[in-house]
Structures are given as structure tokens and as C-alpha cells.
């Protein structure tokens, strides 16, 4: 009905406007650009294509084709690797594609646990079980939020997991995969990194360089740090002939029939800016993350991991045990219009009632606020996590500091030389 589609297109309209006056700090998500915004609303929107660019199944895919041997070929030169893959529609398609391509039902898998930060696709009712597997967990050491190695490497060469997955959702410092190296070759383990939330840090030279440290697949969101549009991606290197054919049919007919070509051509153009802004994006999102660590936790805030410098990426997790508990903390902060998620922390056994807020500095970042914001952004999660101020009084400040922050930087804006070029829609 025609009202239903208006009373849609409103509620669109207001979450939009919400969100504007907002503080976006959910580590997973972040700003596409104008341009890569023009791609998603484009006519590659509304077509398919099945297969690889050549090899199609169907006709229509002449600049379709061009766009996605660009988008691979900047892919390629961003990560340093020799395959991709930009078929996964997310970072769980991609992992599921992985999966499928490393291994069969009943082998075993190393990951980490769900309670030290792993994302649910690694769980039993994740990708992980639904590809049947059986899934160990590394050591953890808890304090450092990160491997035990010692531990790891005795694990391993015990275990000999057929595949050895690394990455988490609540990622503080890079996997010390390097350090593990020996004993990953001594059990023969395949070794597969998602970058979901670090793609964005390690494109611009930020994080680790996992292809480089002896991972050989990389799977990944491309929407969490890397600020391009909600799709997926495989990269991969060292790998031989046989695991690219396997990657690449699972990719296709494996997991996708078309892969949502807009949001690919989105992703090509998100690759070509990050390759101009890329660096410094990546660089000021951790110091942003650790601006923010430093000021709340001066404030009194139990910051994890103050020994370690809170964090060495875009996300900081923090106890809020003493303030009411992390669902509560998180739905004052929304009323506040600051937005976060309840986190789990170590030694939590409630996902719904966790201690923890994680906090994520990326989508702040790519609207150009720096350290002073970051103190400032302090100051407002203080007052109402720990003063208990009225969220709406807050919410007032929120919007003082937020109105000059609403455009996104980074990326090829209008009135910038080569944006004129890209008049399409
Ligand atoms: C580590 C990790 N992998 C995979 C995913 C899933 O990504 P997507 O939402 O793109 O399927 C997430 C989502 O937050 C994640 O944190």
C-alpha cells in the first residue's frame, strides 16, 4: 500500500537523521563515501552476473566485467596479494566460502572462543558448525587479550588442527602469529586470518601484515574499518593452484549466484580512494582509539588493558561491572545518542548481561574528529555512565559537538578535482 511505503521511507528518513545527530561508535560499522553511495544506488544495482568477468553466464556484463578486474586488480596492489576474490556478499559469506574450501565435515579447527572475542561464525552455531567441524580453542591469555603462546605453540603440535583460524570481533592488538609460526608448519595447519574488523588498519599499513607473518587466506567484511560498502572479501597468497580453484567455487556457485554488483563497484571505488586518504585514515583511527582509552580511563573508566597502551586498533572494550553492567550502560549511552554495544568480557557467562561496552573509533574518525573530540566524546560517555546524568541532557552536548562533524572525510568529496568525473546518477 502506498501508505506503507511512505510510513517506510519516514522511518528511513528518521533513523537517518538520528543517526546524524549521533556519536556512532559500533566497532563494526562505518561511513561509505558519496561516491561509493553513487555505485550503490546505480544500475549495476539491478542486474546479474554469474561466474568470473569473461567467462559470464549471462550477457549485460560488459562494464560490469571492467569494474571488477579494476576493483581485483586495486585489491591486489592494496593487500600485496596474488588472489582475490570479490564475490562474498559479507565477511560471514566469505567465511563460510573458507570454510568450504579447507575443509570437509569432522576435521578439526583451531579458533578462538567466543568469550575471548571471537565472532559467532567460528561458533558451533556459526559457519563453523554448520560445515560440520570440530573446533578447538587456543590458550588464551586473558590479561593481554591475545594468544598465551607459549601455550599455543604446544597446542597446536598436539592438536594439528586442519585449519588454524585467527582474528576476533573484539580486536584490541595483532595476533602473534609470527611468534607461532614454527609450530603452525610443525601440525601442517591451514592458516586463515579474519580481518573483519582490521581490514581497513591493515590496508593502510596500520596493524599487522598478516600475508607477510605466514597467513595464507585472508576473509573479511569490507564495511567495518575498510569504509567501503557491506560486502565481502578473499584474499589470499602462497596458496597453490588447487586451494584458488577451490576458493573461487565456493565463492561462485558455492555461496553466491550474483554477488550484489553495485556493492562491489562500491568496494572498487572505496579501494581507489583508500589508496589516496587509506594511510592517514588508518593511522588516525588508532590514535583516536587510544586518545579515547587514555581520557576514560583518567576518568576513572576500567579501560582494559591500560598496561598495553588500551588498544593498538579502532576498538577499545571497557568494564562498566561498578555502573550498572554493560546493557544498562549501553541504553543510556543510546538514549544519550551515543551508540555502543554490550560486550562480553572475560570471565562473563551472560551474553545479555555482559559487563563490557566495546567501543569503536573508525566511523568518528572518518567524519574528521581527532584527539580533542575524542577527549570530549570522553567526557559525554562519563556523565552518563558514571555521573548518571540525564541522557537528555547530554544528548543536547552530544549534538553541540557532533553538528560540526557530519560530512565524511577521507575520500573524494565534491569540490574536490576528481569527483566532477564521477557524475553518474
Ligand atoms: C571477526 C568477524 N568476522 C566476520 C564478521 C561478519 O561480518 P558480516 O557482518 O560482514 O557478515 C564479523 C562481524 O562483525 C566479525 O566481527
Request: proline share 5%; glycine share 8%; hydrophobic share 40%.
Amino acid at each position: 500500500m502506498k501508505e506503507d511505503a511512505i510510513w517506510i521511507k519516514d522511518q528511513v528518513k528518521a533513523h537517518t537523521k538520528w543517526f546524524e545527530e549521533s556519536l556512532p561508535m559500533i566497532a563494526s560499522e562505518n561511513l561509505i563515501s558519496p561516491l561509493a553511495k553513487e555505485m550503490m544506488i546505480s544500475d549495476f544495482h539491478d542486474r546479474y552476473a554469474e561466474g568470473l568477468p569473461g567467462k559470464r553466464y549471462y550477457q549485460g556484463n560488459i562494464y560490469v566485467d571492467k569494474v571488477e578486474l579494476k576493483c581485483l586488480e586495486l585489491a591486489r596492489k592494496i593487500f600485496k596479494a596474488k588472489f582475490v576474490d570479490v564475490r562474498p556478499t559479507s565477511g560471514t559469506v566469505a567465511n563460510i566460502a573458507v570454510l568450504f574450501a579447507l575443509a570437509k565435515p569432522g576435521d578439526k579447527i583451531a579458533t578462538p572462543e567466543l568469550a575471548s572475542g571471537a565472532h559467532i561464525s567460528t561458533a558451533p552455531f556459526g559457519a563453523v558448525g554448520l560445515r560440520g567441524l570440530n573446533p578447538v580453542h587456543y590458550p588464551w591469555d586473558y590479561k593481554n587479550w591475545n594468544l598465551d603462546v607459549d601455550a599455543t605453540r604446544k597446542f597446536l603440535v598436539r592438536e594439528k588442527p586442519k585449519v588454524a583460524q585467527f582474528g576476533l570481533s573484539v580486536f584490541l592488538f595483532p595476533t602473534p602469529i609470527k611468534e607461532i609460526q614454527d609450530a603452525l608448519q610443525e601440525a601442517g595447519s591451514a592458516v586463515w586470518y579474519d580481518a573483519a574488523h582490521v581490514l581497513g588498519l591493515i590496508a593502510g599499513g596500520k596493524f599487522q601484515d598478516p600475508l607477510r607473518e605466514g597467513v595464507q587466506i585472508i576473509s573479511a567484511s569490507t564495511h567495518k574499518t575498510f569504509p567501503g560498502p557491506n560486502h565481502g572479501i578473499i584474499i589470499a597468497d602462497k596458496v597453490d593452484d588447487d586451494v584458488q580453484a577451490k576458493l573461487q567455487k565456493a565463492a561462485f556457485p558455492g555461496v553466491t549466484s550474483s554477488h550484489h554488483l553495485h556493492a562491489m563497484a562500491a568496494l572498487a571505488v572505496t579501494m581507489a580512494e583508500f589508496e589516496i586518504y587509506g594511510k592517514q585514515y588508518a593511522g588516525q583511527v588508532i590514535k583516536n582509539a587510544k586518545a579515547l582509552g587514555s581520557a576514560l580511563y583518567e576518568m576513572g573508566i576500567d579501560v582494559m588493558c591500560p598496561h598495553l597502551g588500551f588498544t593498538e586498533s579502532h576498538t577499545l572494550a571497557i568494564s562498566v561491572a561498578k555502573h550498572g553492567g554493560g546493557a544498562q550502560c549501553a541504553l543510556d549511552l543510546e538514549k544519550a545518542n551515543i551508540i555502543t554495544n554490550k560486550n562480553m568480557l572475560p570471565g562473563d557467562t551472560s551474553s545479555v548481561k555482559p559487563s563490557g561496552l566495546r567501543l569503536g573509533t573508525q566511523e568518528l574518525t572518518r567524519l574528521g574528529m581527532e584527539k580533542g573530540e575524542m577527549e570530549e566524546v570522553a567526557r559525554l560517555i562519563y556523565r552518563v555512565i558514571v555521573k548518571k546524568e540525564s541522557p537528555e541532557t547530554v544528548k543536547k552536548d552530544v549534538w553541540e559537538l557532533k553538528k560540526d562533524f557530519t560530512k565524511v572525510q577521507y575520500c573524494l568529496n565534491e569540490g574536490t578535482e576528481a569527483y566532477k568525473f564521477y557524475d553518474l546518477v
